[in-house]
């Protein structure tokens, strides 16, 4: 059994859900007494009888009191406690403890030890024998989020990962605090693109990937910018011309007999490879426009466009193509013409961004394989 939801997780609340209903304890108490069938229970409980049947089956579902047959014809039966009722018994004292001493002018019952003396109770720690008092005990929280001061937020920290083993490297060298750290420290306003960083081991359709960016300052004066990591199992150019998908404005289309040498030497390399794809394009978009949590969330959705016009195909099975969207909230909020604006351009810097990293993006020939950059195939 668990607490409520979104209430402090605790055994106490536990507890109460069996037996703080009313007549629950007062039941317990008479079965404590030795009283066990239920017309008896009932008299010296004065619960209507109906309330009383569903409080006793409660009891009994929850392992507190059991059933014992007494009589056979017509079926009778009496309620004994369980051993987790008899744990109950210190409980019930210490709350007849507490009543005499701030609700009662003379106590009603008094309880006698086997000492000869009045029992007083009292809780003691089992492993020292000491009475225990509130100066005595610190509570230790075995929940994650909660705290003495009540639950605690615990911020979800977004991530996704790039899928490149088997590409070369060390398979032994992984990204780790320290390495969050120095990415951290070591950011600034120039932002390096090809194969550095998350984009070393990125591959597009056979083509040498990597990490690029780029930025847009929109007619409203909102800036929205991306990075992405362009690790996809689609091709980021056209396979009948060479030109690539995600340019801006008007195509430059390779000469003919340069594409058709870079088809067949990306078709060698594809072949020698012989590896299957393992992919992911991973962008954030970033704005400095503030915006509710629908809003980015619609950023993000709308960015996914960008991929779209710079890889085909994409989203596929073989992809993990995720876009992150944020606002530092430092600009004026958009208008709703002015957010179909950043919407759009989340699009547009995402396509550019996946160009400028394939062409920021140099070759490689090792272990991993041989993933010619685009700029290898057809020149700057």
């Not at 996946?354 to 057809?378: H, K, M, N, Q």
């Amino acid at each position: 059994m668990t607490s409520q939801k979104n209430s402090r997780p605790c055994s106490i609340a536990d507890a109460l859900a069996v037996v703080g209903e009313k007549y629950a304890l007062l039941v317990l108490r008479e079965v404590f007494f030795g009283v066990h069938r239920f017309d008896a229970i009932a008299r010296n409980v004065g619960a209507p009888r109906d309330i009383l049947t569903a409080r006793l089956r409660r009891l009994v579902d929850a392992g507190v009191l059991e059933k014992v047959l007494y009589n056979e014809r017509p079926a009778r039966y009496e309620y004994r406690a369980t051993k987790a009722g008899q744990e109950l018994r210190p409980v019930l004292l210490m709350l007849m403890r507490w009543g005499d001493r701030h609700l009662a002018d003379v106590p009603p019952t008094v309880w006698q030890h086997s000492c000869g003396a009045d029992l007083d109770p009292a809780i003691t720690c089992r492993a020292c024998g000491e009475e225990v008092h509130r100066r005595d005990v610190t509570p230790r929280f075995q929940v994650a989020g909660w705290s003495a001061e009540g639950h605690q937020v615990v911020p979800v920290v977004p991530a996704a990962c790039v899928f490149d083993l088997g590409r070369g490297g060390d398979w032994r060298a992984r990204p780790d605090a320290a390495t969050g750290r120095a990415a951290c420290e070591a950011a600034g306003t120039e932002v390096a693109q090809g194969g550095v960083g998350a984009g070393t081991g990125a591959v597009a359709g056979g083509l040498k990937g990597g990490v690029g960016t780029a930025s847009a300052t929109l007619p409203c004066g909102a800036t929205v910018g991306a990075l992405v990591v362009v690790n996809a199992a689609g091709s980021v150019f056209d396979p009948t011309t060479g030109a690539l998908y995600g340019v801006p404005g008007r195509v430059a289309y390779p000469e003919p007999d340069v594409h058709e040498a870079a088809s067949r030497r990306l078709e060698e390399t594809r072949a020698g490879s012989g590896l299957p794809p393992l992919n992911t394009t991973l962008a954030v978009v970033a704005t400095d426009a503030p915006l509710t949590r629908p809003q980015a969330q619609k950023l993000a959705g709308t960015s996914h466009d960008g991929l779209a016009r710079a890889i085909r195909p994409v989203h596929l099975m073989h992809d993990g193509d995720t876009v992150f969207a944020l606002a530092t909230g430092s600009g004026e909020p958009p208008s709703p013409v002015d957010l179909n604006a950043v919407l759009a351009a989340g699009a547009d810097v995402v396509a550019r961004a996946i160009t400028r990293a394939v062409l920021a993006a140099e070759g490689v020939d090792g272990p991993g394989g041989t993933f010619p950059s685009y700029r290898d195939l057809y020149g700057s």
